[in-house]
């Protein structure tokens, strides 16, 4: 919720951090990829991608895709269109506004499938990420969302943050998915009580795993339980994460989500 959401860090400092830390990929948000095509180009981030050895790549964010098909939307879809293509990215990260639950989703399935072919045709996929303070708001409406648009190019994202706030318990979550229903997963933990509203929470005070009050290595076990054999991502949006050097970072948000794997 601030004037811009581009990374006050280099981009290709953070490639080449990234890859040199571990990681196997990364992802891009809109105010930084306008940056990077206006700057240094979309070839030299490729390039330099393609050096560092990271094989999975998102860019994010679009919403307003369900509205008039040629709303103001669609200027940053098609951005992100042509920053998925060059920079060959796995999925393009689609959500929905901060507003109550929809009750029916149906009227999200045509726009839906549309998106998921016009990603397809330039090379990608599209995978919309459930918002507990969203219009779709956990991850079983979401399944079934993509249930009904059934088309292979239109899957979710399930970050355990929204799973937890939203009220999913993980038989629940085991009971909404199939395998091919996910395209990435994001990891983190946090405390038991939210702070503030809800976005303020996730953007500000996620912990670092096993610093929270969360079952992460239990919804790690249901993934797996699920058959998922994607991306793990790591999302740890918070104040105090923010502070550290950017090598710091990324070694204690890569080491601190390894050992959950260790212990599931």
């Not at 105090?240 to 601190?256: C, K």
Request: hydrophobic share 40%.
């Amino acid at each position: 919720m601030r004037k811009t959401e581009r990374s006050p860090l280099d981009p290709l400092e953070r490639v080449r951090e990234v890859g040199a830390a571990g990681w196997m990929g990364l992802g891009f948000v809109l105010d930084d990829l306008r940056a990077i095509r206006d700057t240094i180009g979309y070839d030299a981030l490729a390039d330099e991608i393609s050096g560092a050895g990271l094989r999975h790549g998102e860019v994010e964010l679009c919403s307003g895709w369900w509205k008039d098909p040629e709303g103001a939307w669609r200027g940053h879809w098609e951005e992100l269109l042509e920053a998925a293509q060059r920079l060959d990215v796995a999925f393009i990260k689609i959500g929905t506004d901060s507003a109550p639950a929809v009750e029916d989703v149906e009227p999200f399935v045509e726009p839906l499938r549309r998106l998921a072919a016009e990603a397809e045709s330039y090379g990608t996929k599209v995978a919309l990420e459930p918002l507990p303070f969203g219009m779709i708001a956990s991850i079983p409406q979401g399944a079934e969302l993509i249930r009904r648009v059934d088309h292979p190019a239109a899957g979710l994202v399930v970050d355990y943050w929204h799973v937890f706030r939203a009220g999913t318990s993980l038989e629940e979550l085991r009971s909404a998915l199939t395998a091919d229903q996910v395209f990435g997963v994001e990891l983190c933990d946090a405390d038991e009580t939210v702070v503030g509203t809800l976005f303020e929470d996730t953007r500000d005070n996620r912990r670092l795993i096993g610093e929270g009050d969360q079952d992460v290595c239990g919804f790690i076990e249901t993934l797996r339980a699920i058959g998922y054999d994607g991306p793990w991502g790591v999302e740890i949006l918070s104040e105090d994460h923010r502070r550290r050097p950017l090598h710091e970072a990324l070694d204690v948000a890569r080491r601190t989500a390894l050992s959950a794997f260790d212990v599931a």
